[in-house]
């Protein structure tokens, strides 16, 4: 079962936005960010700058996808 996206602020570069993710995806960004020694502001940058023209909540799910596929 999934739950309802939470909005969260995150500032990217001096700018605050915010990012609608389901509490999984949130948790399991945060644990990324943890495990590579970053604030999850600090990765929201990275992830930011090679998105292209997806949505920054889209972007950050995929990432999670890819980063857990690679760890399987």
């Known amino acids: 079962m999934t739950t309802r996206p ?11 936005t915010s ?3 389901e509490p999984e995806f ?3 960004f945060i644990k990324a960010a943890k495990e590579d ?3 999850i502001n600090e990765l929201a940058v990275e992830i930011d700058e090679s998105r292209g023209d ?4 889209s972007a950050i799910r995929v990432w999670i996808l890819k980063r857990l ?4």
């Open 26 to 28: 949130w948790t399991a």
């Open 6 to 16: 939470e909005k969260h602020s995150l500032t990217l570069q001096g700018h605050r």
């Open 69 to 72: 596929q690679s760890d399987a």
């Open 54 to 57: 997806v949505g920054l909540a």
């Open 19 to 21: 990012v609608s993710l």
């Open 37 to 39: 020694g970053k604030a």
